[in-house]
């Protein structure tokens, strides 16, 4: 089945030049990782190639794949350890989900990871209105493609697997299924804009809402960077700027055992300290078989496992949490941005009110295949 009279695809340059051009890169976008069988359908004609070896069949196929010891197996015979896969015509499918581009398998130990390699403005159009709702004001959606962009040229890793993610944890994205003309257009509107600072792309972290405040990005994460400082953001009226939660003793106890901390029968959550925006750095946990305190990171991962939107919270009970905002707090905030461009600012101000100091500039274009 296996032919080598194409060249195989794959590119992968994003470089930032001095007259503030860069090459457009494909985006490594990681779907799933399992350590189980994946299986792709193919209806049609596709192509595709193993380790480079390139091949194509006029024949509808499945591909039941697995990972053994860092090889890919298809119908349990080992192939190799990277498998791409694209259909002739139309789109590539994984889970119910179309994508654009090829859908790439990968052996890790015993782990498959499915990566959708796309063309960033592609990949763009399924990250816009997940990330931010398509009938917002266009300059909102306009900032969010700049940014999300942005992102992801900051985040390519050619040594890597895998360039990001495909949730929260990196950015949302979920494929052809949730593309809009709204956000379509706005991805389109801002083509090839970017943000730097110094010289390379800025780290254009965002988040929901900021509770009333932008962090910066030493309290949350200990790195100063000079355009993620802590300030007062813009009033808004997002569903998730005042929110209130009682968490059951049992929920906190199974996380804290979890991470090695175990107080028995949690009784009582305090908070000790607070960062420059407000948000909880140091928390006292009290159980029946002892206590225990969390600082920074490792009470921030705590407060997301208990379901908590944000650290911006104060206690008003044992167990009760009344909090403001949805996420860590850094960069731009989502609703902000919607309340801004409400207000008749432009997405170059709404960028700049976020990421003071950074400079809006246009890449040039160019793709190796």
Request: positive net charge; glycine residues 10%; hydrophobic residues 45%.
């Amino acid at each position: 089945m296996l032919a080598t009279a194409l060249r195989g695809f794959l590119v992968v340059v994003a470089s930032l030049l001095c007259s503030s051009a860069a090459a457009q890169p494909l985006v490594r976008v990681l779907l799933d990782s399992r350590s189980a069988v994946v299986e792709f359908a193919f209806d049609g004609p596709h192509r595709g190639s193993i380790d480079g070896r390139a091949f194509q069949t006029p024949f509808a196929l499945r591909w039941p794949v697995e990972a053994v010891n860092g090889k890919l197996r298809v119908d349990g015979n080992e192939v190799g350890r990277v498998l791409d896969l694209m259909p002739q015509t139309g789109l590539a499918r994984y889970q119910g989900r179309e994508y654009r581009g090829v859908m790439r398998v990968l052996a890790r130990g015993d782990q498959v990871l499915v990566i959708n390699v796309v063309d960033l403005e592609a990949y763009l159009r399924g990250v816009v209105p997940a990330e931010m709702q398509a009938s917002w004001p266009l300059d909102a959606l306009r900032a969010q493609a700049v940014a999300a962009r942005t992102y992801a040229l900051a985040n390519l890793s050619p040594a890597a697997p895998y360039d990001v993610c495909s949730t929260s944890d990196c950015q949302v994205y979920r494929g052809v299924r949730v593309e809009h003309a709204r956000s379509d257009q706005a991805v389109a509107d801002t083509a090839g804009l970017v943000l730097t600072y110094g010289g390379a792309f800025a780290r254009t972290y965002y988040h929901a809402d900021s509770g009333g405040v932008i962090a910066s990005s030493a309290e949350v994460w200990g790195a100063s960077i000079p355009y993620l400082s802590a300030f007062q953001d813009v009033p808004s009226d997002g569903p998730h700027r005042h929110w209130e939660v009682r968490i059951e003793p049992a929920v906190v106890a199974a996380h804290l055992g979890s991470a090695g901390h175990h107080v028995g029968s949690v009784s009582r959550v305090r908070v000790l300290a607070n960062s420059e925006s407000g948000r909880v750095q140091r928390l006292e946990v009290t159980g029946s078989a002892g206590g225990v305190i969390l600082e920074g990171a490792d009470a921030r991962a705590q407060a997301r496992a208990w379901g908590l939107k944000s650290t911006r919270f104060r206690m008003v009970g044992d167990l009760v949490f009344r909090g403001e905002g949805w996420g860590h707090g850094v960069g731009m905030s989502q609703y902000g941005a919607r309340a801004l461009a409400l207000s008749g600012h432009s997405y170059g101000q709404i960028l700049a009110f976020y990421y003071p100091n950074t400079q809006l500039q246009r890449l040039t274009t160019t793709a190796e295949r």
